[in-house]
């Protein structure tokens, strides 16, 4: 054993199992022991908080305002201290090449500037030779891999063919597939009805969406991941007949784990109606009965993980869709159309993500905190093929921790955000409770508000086929 650096004393001790009060001995960057009574040079102390798993974020996109530099600093005064976020060779994300040189390319710039640990998802588009691809792939790490079902104009949707035979390669790679559940072409359908009727503002942005088209993509996702024996992963779900198609599903054998984001679990369309494009997400934010539904699947255990889908953009971004600050300075005379269906999809939460969830959830009697411990920590783990290193406080797991603060007021606010992000639909929301201070591998990450890691110590995480939770020898998820 390593000798001792630290230890985190009085706190109680979250696990997807229970709350016990435990002090946890740190040295050589992992955890040495959970216990009483624990001697190390350094104290750190907990007494009346929390002592947390560092939140993993198993779903973002750092390819906007803030990259991997300054979108792992948000995280990380969010609580987070492991990102997994998507990369593709997207002309959009400004990511062009081949899906896995694009990822060769992150993981190198990653490990330079990000603050935080990081695993990564491949997402794949209709050109990406899967054949070639996918194996390629999960040589270097990648075990999972997105595909969207919506988007078709963007040139982001997946053939259904295609979707098939990845689903197949996936399977056989012992990866696994992840989709973007929304019916494309039926989205496209209204959304041209409603520009030819002249409908164009932010009411008709909703209706543009409905839940229908996200219950026949869920339901088309899981009949092809049934053909090809392909774990599934359901990246956002929102609509409140979700849930009960992945209950049955479950109940059958299918290997399926359902995530969600804390703007389905605490965000209603209310949002794009008072703020316009500034809410216009995908798949829509909808209404309070499908919150409440997405909430009781989560405390059921039929939604398995909270992740933020954290897009982080600048409010000038999503009213010019997207045109750089240079050609609206030179074009003063440009407004914003007032077309939501121009509008730039994405909205950044991971700084806020723990500290909504925790409000809603634990506070708001929906979720315990061991289920707030597991939905955002131990199941990504376990899904994706990290865990027993990351997700848990036991011996020999990696430091990674954070000290929450339950009796601390605060209000959220965009002036308070640490990344290049310059709005939040939080804004405004009182919570209770928030992250104090974290750690990752032992080394402080973030006291007294301030981050201490210096760039450059953050390591790529390769998903591990073995452990992962649809492996053979995984682990179960709870």
């Known amino acids: 054993m390593a000798k001792a650096d630290c230890v985190i004393k009085g706190g109680l001790v979250v696990s997807g199992e229970g709350i016990a009060r435990a002090d946890v001995l740190v040295g050589g960057g992992k955890i040495q022991q959970v216990g009483s009574n624990l001697k190390a040079p350094k104290a750190i102390d907990a007494s009346g908080k929390y002592v947390l798993p560092g939140i993993i974020d198993a779903h973002n996109h750092p390819v906007y305002a803030d990259k991997l530099d300054t979108f792992s600093l948000a995280a990380a005064h969010g609580g987070v201290t492991t990102i997994i976020p998507f990369f593709g060779n997207f002309a959009s994300w400004g990511t062009p090449g081949k899906t896995s040189e694009v990822i060769k390319r992150m993981i190198e710039e990653g490990e330079r500037i990000s603050y935080l640990d990081f695993a990564i998802h491949a997402a794949f588009v209709a050109e990406d030779d899967i054949k070639v691809e996918v194996p390629k792939l999960m040589k270097m790490g990648i075990p999972s891999f997105k595909m969207f079902m919506t988007y ?15 689903m197949a390669l996936a399977a056989g790679e012992g990866g696994m597939a992840m989709v973007h559940a929304e019916n494309g072409y039926g989205i496209d359908y209204l959304v ?16 543009s969406q409905p839940n229908v088209l996200e219950v026949e993509a869920v339901h088309r996702a899981v009949a092809y991941a049934a053909l090809t024996d392909c774990p599934l992963y359901l990246v956002h779900l929102s609509a409140r007949e979700i849930p009960e198609i992945v209950r049955q599903m479950k109940q059958g054998g299918q290997r399926i784990y359902g995530e969600t984001c804390p703007q389905y679990l605490s965000l209603t369309n209310q949002a794009v109606l008072e703020r316009g494009a500034l809410g216009k997400v995908g798949p829509p934010l909808r209404e309070k009965e499908d919150n409440e539904a997405i909430w009781r699947g989560l405390a059921s255990h039929i939604i398995d993980t909270v992740a933020s889908d954290s897009c982080n953009v600048k409010a000038e971004q999503k009213e010019w869709g997207g045109a750089s600050r240079d050609s609206i300075a030179s074009s003063p005379a440009r407004k914003p159309s007032g077309n939501i269906f121009e509008a730039r999809f994405g909205a950044p939460s991971v700084e806020q993500m723990l500290q909504v969830v925790y409000h809603d959830g634990v506070n708001g009697g929906r979720i315990t905190l061991p289920r707030l411990v597991q939905t955002m920590c131990e199941n990504p783990a376990k899904i994706f093929g990290l865990y027993p290193k990351k997700g848990v406080i036991q011996t020999g797991a990696d430091a990674d921790i954070v000290v929450f603060d339950p009796a601390v007021r605060c209000t959220i606010n965009a002036d308070k955000m640490h990344g290049n992000a310059d709005y939040t639909l939080f804004e405004g929301k009182e919570v209770l409770g928030a992250p104090m201070f974290s750690m990752q591998r032992g080394e402080v990450l973030i006291e007294g508000g301030e981050i201490r890691r210096k760039q450059g110590n953050a390591r790529f995480l390769p998903g591990n086929r073995d452990t992962a939770a649809y492996a053979r020898n995984g682990y179960p998820v709870a």
């Open 152 to 166: 078709p104009r963007r040139g982001m949707m997946m053939p259904d063919e295609k979707m098939l035979a990845a």
């Open 192 to 207: 041209d009805k409603f520009t030819a009727e002249g409908k164009v503002s932010r009411e008709y942005f909703m209706p």
